[in-house]
T-cell receptor
Framework: AQSVTQLGSHVSVSEGALVLLRCNYSSSVPPYLFWYVQYPNQGLQLLLKYTSAATLVKGINGFEAEFKKSETSFHLTKPSAHMSDAAEYFCAVTTGANSKLTFGKGITLSVRP | EAGVAQSPRYKIIEKRQSVAFWCNPISGHATLYWYQQILGQGPKLLIQFQNNGVVDDSQLPKDRFSAERLKGVDSTLKIQPAKLEDSAVYLC??????????????????FGPGTRLTVL
């Protein structure tokens, strides 16, 4: 079985500040991990993914995430927040066997001027 | 490249009524997924198709939900009869066939804009 934990439901940062969104996973086999972003009234858009290559993954819009097996974590970061980053962010895991994605409950990111 | 298309975008119905959602995946994508996203939660997989066959429907409430993908392209998700707790966004996603995804490490699913269902 696989699962994802995203602690907290809301993160607020100032424009230009560091963004850190936490994700911990549970999987009995090596996982594939994803971060998706969802803007209001839109579908999910892939930010980045980890597929067992480099542990530091760079995505779109300046986001990156680091896979840490010892901590079972895949936290999402961005050095400097922009107003346009305000959205809901979902971490997801799959073992790849059937591509079934299991999502966390999501974190809403607010960016203050 | 055209993305995943869904219709309608919004639907309001009374409880016990029926409703159907339509999805057209990205051309060439053999795998199609339907997710239910309740407000404040992450998407939950309802059903997964590989071409026109069902791969996983373990979380589909089969007493009221049904889905089909007769020609291996478009798909329809139906709810009959609807309950208040079915109010949610229904997301359709598609990806390459499972074997290609696994071999190439391309486990990316592409999502449509969703259908927001309100049951009154």
């Amino acid at each position: 079985a696989q699962s994802v934990t995203q602690l907290g439901s809301h993160v607020s940062v100032s424009e230009g500040a560091l963004v850190l969104l936490r994700c911990n996973y549970s999987s009995s086999v090596p996982p594939y991990l994803f971060w998706y972003v969802q803007y209001p009234n839109q579908g999910l858009q892939l930010l980045l993914k980890y597929t067992s290559a480099a542990t530091l993954v760079k995505g779109i819009n300046g986001f990156e995430a680091e896979f840490k097996k010892s901590e079972t974590s895949f936290h999402l970061t961005k050095p400097s927040a922009h107003m346009s980053d305000a959205a809901e962010y979902f971490c997801a895991v799959t073992t790849g066997a059937n591509s079934k994605l299991t999502f966390g409950k999501g974190i809403t990111l607010s960016v203050r001027p | 490249e055209a993305g995943v298309a869904q219709s309608p975008r919004y639907k309001i119905i009374e409880k016990r009524q029926s409703v159907a959602f339509w999805c057209n995946p990205i051309s060439g994508h053999a795998t199609l997924y339907w997710y239910q996203q309740i407000l404040g939660q992450g998407p939950k997989l309802l059903i997964q198709f590989q071409n026109n066959g069902v791969v996983d429907d373990s979380q589909l409430p089969k007493d009221r939900f049904s889905a089909e993908r007769l020609k291996g392209v478009d798909s329809t998700l139906k709810i009959q009869p609807a309950k208040l707790e079915d109010s949610a966004v229904y997301l359709c996603a598609s990806s390459l066939d499972l074997w290609t995804s696994l071999v190439l490490g391309l486990n990316e699913q592409f999502f449509g804009p969703g259908t927001r269902l309100t049951v009154l």
